[in-house]
């Protein structure tokens, strides 16, 4: 997704300006926007890395994934490297057909410039 060149349109907050190739920083409270069709059950779908540069600073961060501000999970990551996390998502937190706000909000993130994980792709599946 990040690779996309309208990555952009997805993206509403916490995210570098700019992608650094097929993936892109996200910081504090990063904030992603997809618009959705009347689709059956969907589940959402996330991969990540948390660069060992960053983990030496934070150690082990929790994720904490939301959609339109309903919680669907708290993510443990507890190293470094990378990871994909496929989760069901309840009918009633998503808008169907309509927009649909993801955040995924880090407990802890490097300093100075609030650096939190980096997102490779993100999405619904069937």
Same mark, same amino acid.
């Given at each position: ?8 349109? +997805? =993206? ?11 993936? *892109? ?6 904030? !992603? ?12 779908? =996330? ?6 540069? %960053? ?6 961060? $929790?994720?904490?994934?939301? =959609?339109?501000?309903?919680? @669907? &999970?708290? @993510? ?6 990378? +990871?994909?996390? =496929? *989760?069901? #998502?309840?009918?009633? +937190? !998503? ?13 802890? $993130?490097? %300093?100075? &410039?609030?650096?939190?994980? #980096? ?5 619904? #599946?069937?």
């Amino acid at each position: 997704m990040m690779s996309d060149p309208d990555a952009g349109s +997805y =993206i509403v907050q916490g995210f570098r300006d700019h992608s650094e190739g097929s993936w *892109r920083w996200a910081h504090d409270h990063p904030v !992603l926007r997809f618009t959705l069709p009347p689709a059956g059950p969907l589940k959402f779908s =996330i991969s990540f890395t948390l660069p060992e540069g %960053t983990f030496h600073e934070t150690g082990p961060v $929790t994720l904490a994934l939301s =959609i339109n501000g309903h919680l @669907l &999970e708290r @993510l443990s990551c507890g190293h470094a490297g990378d +990871y994909q996390v =496929i *989760r069901p #998502v309840p009918d009633a +937190y !998503l808008n169907k057909p309509g927009v649909n706000l993801v955040s995924i909000d880090p407990d802890k $993130t490097a %300093t100075p &410039e609030k650096l939190g994980f #980096v997102l490779l792709t993100a999405g619904f #599946v069937e």
